[in-house]
């Protein structure tokens, strides 16, 4: 025993037992899964206010998504989006787990969430009030909707889940850290972790604010505005929405006699250093870290799921530490996420659910909107269709604003029922 | 596993001054820091009072384009790690930027930068489809919250894992057990960790105001944060930030470290009960408390002191009451227990790496801060609170606890460096 609870010696891998889709390609994995096969973009222009004005009017929202329909009432108001969008996407991963978390011990279960900007409209909403109306007109539940620990503590409470839980902000690389972190109270006494990202930033605040990076594209055809690798490479599309997924111990997925989509066999993480220091970027070095941590070689990947920002100068570091790390082509790559625009918090969790969906299926999903690869990006992209690889082990790839690096492996399941 | 984490690093800025030793002197001192809101003006608020921190950004060190880039939570956090970087005596330039890790906690992030951008871009709140045109090119650097991490990284030349920890008022607290997690683990060798919070603006203060959360004692600021006193009724805003360098124990005694602490165990829960409520029998806290102490391989009696959450509302300072005679039993009434937010108030994500930090300094100087303000008893509350002086009291082992919204519970074990408790 250490002062974290980390127990020594060998674990077995942690298992993916549950998972729970809201994103632009839907509401649910089975759709999401549909959409990511066919190829089914989700990004269209703005609908959720009239962006005329911005000169970024592209973006994923999730389709249909009602909250009055979909989340218990009262949580409805007293949440912002990024809650109700996760509220949804736990519990499905919590039902598609066959978990029912009464029947655990409460103290071995815990909720592990990445989030990169917490309330944001709510926020907005409560800021117009406060400035134009004064500060006895702001709502009571500001306090608990607005900050970035909302999602864990929500959840928390309507599944009873009294471990250790958490709240992970490391931008795009968050949804990927928290399944670190999972994989951590896994070894520390837990049993099982519900771990996941979401964000919902798609208010007239959250654009601008997003749109400050440079990084976003200006492109208004939504066909056209995220193509990463691509020399039309015109910078990121925002997009919100996210995936939970329930990672359990193997002992404790066996003892429940359920299956499992995939092992998280490794990770690891690194930061960028700081713009003009003359260093280069840490990727390379963490995909070979985590490939150490996983005790895989690079030769036993069978798909990279690329972090693919659409920005020329990401596109290209990306490429580059893959390829420094596979050999020119020697790995397929992909990324769906062309589908749904950069989900923040989102991303990456959602990404491990389309790698898991993968493995278990024996496909791999192309990147669909690709046509001709920027010079200089050397990668065996997967393009135009899936294709039936039987891959056995898939690697992650999640870079956030700022230098955040991140990297997870993971290995093919026993479960098939969603991917056939 | 054998690897431990010490703290050998120890930077602040605080209500009531900027470093640790203008930290440890208001401490031991027993004053307080809290005084009328003047960040902005708070006439229309109930709550008017907070600890604010004197804290002029070019003083401090920072250059003209650091501060208007970084939120003044960013600046906090990276003059607190420019201090305890120094205080360790580590020549991080000559480190492995690989081995360097950072995790810093936030409850808010840079709420402030993202008001005073707000007002401006909608125009006073007029426009709900707000300006980009007036938009500053750091805003989306104040839309999350993962800069703070950032810029503390960029200060430590960290090229290892960073993170940056927001489970609301135990954010400080997590992120120090987040970066022990990643010494112990071997991810990093080198960890600056601790947390920053700046809150003190409108938006924070109409949201405490709007649940009641907040004192409503105006007339008499600096005795309006009363922990564990009868006439508690609700906290006081704060402001700051610790950041520590966390070392791998072996590796800080190659070089000679001087070491505040060793962090020896270290436990989360939480109620799933209520996001702002507590129940008052205190079992998730003790449950925690219960963990970490096992972790450390502690018995109750072991505990030769308690830093509390102590936030100064009347449920969680019974909450808390109940959770240490829950978890330490009869040890509960032995052992000196007092909360700081008497004399810094409450800094929400911060306030936990700051208490961290008074535990480091209390153990080294074996002295424990007063519960400043603690006058008129509570009967549900009848502890030793160490009321309004400090102490000097033999410790070798200490237990920090936090508590906070989204039902987080976290506590932590610390103890003197092992040659000293060898020694002695």
């Known amino acids: ?420 | 596993m054998s690897r431990r984490a010490v703290i050998t690093g120890v930077g602040v800025v605080a209500p009531g001054g900027v470093g640790h030793d203008a930290y440890w002197d208001l401490l031991t001192a027993g004053r307080t820091a809290t005084r009328a809101i003047s960040l902005f003006d708070a006439s229309g608020f109930r709550s008017r009072v907070a600890a604010e921190c004197d804290f002029d950004p070019l003083a401090a060190g920072l250059s003209p384009q650091e501060v208007r880039r970084m939120d003044r939570a960013a600046q906090f956090a990276v003059v607190a790690a420019r201090e305890a970087i120094e205080d360790s005596g580590l020549e991080l330039s000559s480190a492995d930027p690989g081995r360097v890790g950072v995790s810093i906690g936030s409850a808010v992030g840079c709420t402030m930068g993202l008001e005073d951008e707000y007002a401006v871009i909608s125009d006073g709140g007029r426009d709900w489809l707000v300006d980009h045109t007036y938009g500053v090119p750091h805003l989306y650097g104040y839309m999350v919250p993962s800069t703070l991490a950032v810029e503390v990284a960029w200060q430590a030349g960290a090229e290892g894992p960073v993170a940056l920890i927001s489970t609301g008022c135990t954010s400080g607290l997590d992120a120090i057990g987040h970066g022990v997690q990643l010494i112990e683990e071997g991810g990093a060798d080198i960890v600056l960790a601790g947390a920053t919070d700046a809150p003190l603006s409108p938006i924070t203060s109409a949201c405490f105001d709007a649940i009641k959360a907040t004192t409503p004692d105006n007339d008499d600021p600096a005795h309006a944060s009363r922990p564990f006193d009868g006439r508690r009724n609700g906290f006081v805003l704060g402001e700051g930030s610790a950041v520590m360098v966390l070392e791998e124990a072996e590796a800080a005694r190659r070089r000679g470290a001087s070491v505040y602490a060793e962090i020896l165990g270290f436990a989360g829960r939480s109620n799933a009960f209520h996001m702002t409520g507590l129940k008052p029998d205190g079992r998730e806290m003790a449950e925690a408390i219960r963990v970490a102490l096992d972790r450390a391989r502690l018995d109750p009696d072991d505990i030769d002191y308690i830093n509390a959450h102590g936030s100064g509302t009347k449920q969680n300072d019974r909450h808390e009451t109940a959770a240490f005679k829950r978890s330490l039993g009869e040890r509960a009434y032995r052992v000196p227990v007092s909360s700081i937010k008497s004399m810094i108030g409450h800094s929400l994500g911060a306030i936990g790496s700051l208490e961290v930090a008074a535990c480091a300094l209390a153990l080294r100087h074996q002295v424990v801060p007063p519960t400043a303000n603690l006058s008129v008893s509570d009967p549900e509350c009848d502890l030793d609170y160490v009321p309004r002086d400090a102490r000097e009291h033999r410790m070798e082992r200490v237990l920090t606890v936090g508590s906070g919204f989204g039902g987080f519970q976290t506590a932590m074990a610390l103890g003197r460096p092992r040659t000293q408790r060898e020694v002695a």
């Open chain 1, 1 to 420: 025993m250490s002062a974290s609870g980390l127990r020594s010696g060998h674990h077995p891998p942690p298992v993916v037992t549950g998972l729970g889709v809201v994103a632009p390609t839907g509401i649910g994995v089975r759709r999401h899964w549909e959409s990511v096969l066919a190829g089914k973009s989700g990004l269209g222009r703005i609908t959720r206010f009239d962006p005329s004005r911005y000169p970024v009017q592209v973006a994923g929202e999730i389709p249909g998504f009602d909250a009055g329909r979909l989340v218990p009432g009262r949580l409805v108001p007293q949440t912002d989006r990024f809650t109700h969008v996760a509220l949804i996407a736990a519990e499905a991963a919590l039902d598609d787990a066959r978990a029912e978390p009464r029947s655990l011990p409460e103290y071995e279960m815990a909720v592990v969430t990445a989030s990169s900007s917490g309330g944001t409209e709510f926020g907005q909403h409560e800021m117009e009030r406060l400035y134009q109306k004064g500060s006895s007109w702001v709502s009571a539940y500001q306090s608990i909707a607005w900050f970035y620990a909302a999602t864990t503590g929500q959840v928390s409470i309507r599944h009873g889940m009294r471990g250790p839980c958490g709240v992970l902000c490391c931008e795009q690389a968050g949804g990927l850290e928290a399944l670190a972190q999972s994989r951590r109270l896994l070894n520390s006494g837990s049993r099982l972790v519900l771990s996941g990202g979401t964000d919902a930033s798609l208010c007239p605040y959250g654009l601008v604010a997003q749109m400050a990076t440079g990084n976003l594209s200006t492109e208004d055809d939504p066909a056209r505005a995220y193509k990463p690798f691509d020399v039309a490479a015109s910078g990121q599309v925002p997009g919100e929405g996210g995936a939970f997924l329930v990672v359990e111990s193997a002992a404790s997925a066996r003892e429940r006699g359920v299956g499992h989509y995939g092992t998280l066999l490794g990770h690891a993480a690194g930061f960028d250093p700081p713009p003009g220091s003359g260093r280069p970027p840490v990727l390379a070095s963490v995909i070979r870290q985590a490939l150490a941590n996983a005790e895989v070689g690079p030769e036993e990947v069978d798909v990279v799921f690329a972090d693919a920002s659409g920005v020329p100068a990401h596109d290209l570091a990306e490429a580059r530490a893959i390829t420094e790390v596979f050999g020119p082509g020697g790995v397929p790559v992909t990324a769906p996420k062309t589908l749904t625009g950069r989900l923040y918090a989102g991303g990456a969790a959602l990404d491990t659910v389309t790698a898991l969906l993968a493995l278990t299926s024996g496909v791999v999903p192309h990147t669909a909107g690709l046509e001709r690869q920027a010079p200089g990006c050397d990668l065996a992209l997967v393009r135009d269709r899936p294709r039936r690889t039987d891959p056995r082990v898939a690697v992650v790839l999640a870079r956030g604003h700022g230098g955040f690096t991140s990297a997870l492996v993971a290995g093919r399941g026993d479960r098939t029922d969603i991917g056939q």
